[in-house]
């Protein structure tokens, strides 16, 4: 299923340098932690909604993603939205390299409507290459490439016009 938040997820242009930011919106974007956890802040219930699983070619990969993965033909798509009490608050891609599904690390083609973060943050393996901000028209939005055991995945990350981000900006 297509959502409208994730064309604007797919127009994200991202800085080359991280842009002055205020305090607030640093402190979402820039955030090292579980963006599930810091939603359960302003919410009573952070839920999944899931638009898309499934395998996708290279040649489905949005501009620049293929440069931040290995070069591999097939990769794990799941797109999703992040929902506050119902409220879509963030729009969310994540891209795994067919190669890093072995392991304990299959578990990311079976996690239904648990969110990411709370799977990758139990993860003692895990580490973050680096954080982009971007923006789409008015919205922010942020790409990581994290490691699980050393084996990439990319996650980007829109927020939507209700997430708590814009209330405190």
Request: with cysteine; proline share 5%; glycine share 10%.
């Given at each position: 299923m297509s959502h409208p938040a994730l064309a604007q997820l797919?127009?994200?242009?991202?800085?080359q340098d991280i842009p002055a930011l205020s305090h607030a919106l640093s402190d979402w974007l820039l955030?090292?932690?579980?963006?599930?956890?810091?939603?359960?802040q302003y919410c009573h219930r952070v839920s999944v909604d899931i638009l898309r699983e499934?395998?996708?070619?290279?040649?489905?990969?949005?501009?620049?993603?293929?440069?931040?993965?290995p070069d591999e033909e097939r990769f794990w798509l799941?797109?999703?939205?992040?929902?506050?009490?119902?409220?879509p608050w963030l729009?969310?891609?994540?891209l795994?390299?067919?190669?890093?599904?072995?392991?304990?690390?299959?578990a990311l083609r079976q996690l239904g409507t648990t969110p990411l973060g709370r799977y990758l943050?139990?993860?003692?393996?895990?580490?973050?290459d680096f954080i982009e901000t971007g923006r789409s028209a008015e919205l922010w939005g942020r790409r990581s490439r994290l490691r699980l055991s050393g084996k990439p995945l990319l996650l980007t990350e829109l927020f939507l016009p209700a997430s708590p981000l814009y209330r405190e900006e």
């Open positions: 797919r127009e994200l242009h991202y800085f955030l090292e932690d579980s963006m599930t956890k810091r939603f359960e499934a395998f996708v070619d290279a040649g489905e990969l949005m501009p620049g993603e293929a440069a931040l993965l799941r797109e999703i939205l992040l929902c506050g009490d119902g409220e729009a969310g891609r994540t795994v390299p067919q190669s890093t599904l072995n392991g304990p690390e299959l943050f139990s993860s003692s393996t895990l580490t973050r």
